[in-house]
């Protein structure tokens, strides 16, 4: 199963993925996770992406682009993937339909958790205070990602629509509630 996780921060994306890959048995690959663990360890990518983490603002597109082309490529993709918080772009959605292209691969569907901003915002904060350890849950920082969302990644939708892969499931509820919503939006993908 090769799908997309698509909604604003603080839907529940991350979450929800941990829990399809292992339903499923594919990795989860966190574009987020990647930068900041890239971060925290301080490496040459680190160096690179912090002031866009913190401030709120999308890394650039190639180097993200570069990054999941190299993570698809490995072997333990070859029986599905669960893409989190990529592609945020029309730029890195066309990206990524040349790398799927190029390795013979068809994407099954686009799941879109949707949810309001007012309770977006309250979440963020709310794992910011609780030590989620993002130095971007900051009540300031949201409201910054989510106009970039709205901005860059909402388009996305729209452009996911038109190739009928996408799914929209209501993210308000419980872990469990969504999984379920979730589970039955994907049927039997
Ligand atoms: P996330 O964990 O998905 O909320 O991502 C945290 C931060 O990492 C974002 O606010 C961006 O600064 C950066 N980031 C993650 N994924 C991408 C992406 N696909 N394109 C650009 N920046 C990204």
Redesign the pocket.
């Known amino acids: 199963m090769r799908i997309i996780l698509l909604g604003p921060?603080g839907a529940g994306k991350?979450t929800q993925a941990i829990l399809m890959s292992q339903k499923y048995s594919i990795p989860h690959i966190?574009?987020?996770?990647i930068?900041r663990s890239a971060v925290s360890s301080n490496s040459s990518l680190g160096k690179e992406v912090k002031q866009?983490?913190d401030q709120?603002?999308?890394?650039p597109d190639d180097l993200?682009n570069k990054l999941v082309a190299e993570r698809l490529a490995q072997a333990d993709c070859n029986n599905g993937f669960i893409l989190?918080?990529?592609?945020?772009?029309v730029a890195?959605a066309d990206e990524l339909s040349l790398i799927l292209d190029k390795l013979k691969l068809k994407l099954d569907a686009v799941l879109q958790i949707s949810l309001a901003q007012d309770v977006l915002i309250e979440r963020i904060q709310k794992r910011g205070a609780m030590g989620s350890g993002r130095t971007?849950d900051t009540a300031e920082t949201a409201i910054k990602?989510l106009s970039v969302y709205m901005e860059k990644t909402a388009p996305l939708i729209g452009h996911y629509k038109s190739t009928n892969l996408l799914k929209v499931v209501d993210g308000l509820g419980t872990i469990e509630q969504v999984q379920d919503r979730i589970s039955k939006s994907l049927g039997n993908i």
């Open positions: 921060p991350g966190s574009t987020g996770e930068m866009y983490l709120g603002n999308l890394v993200v989190d918080g990529f592609p945020r772009t890195q971007d990602r």
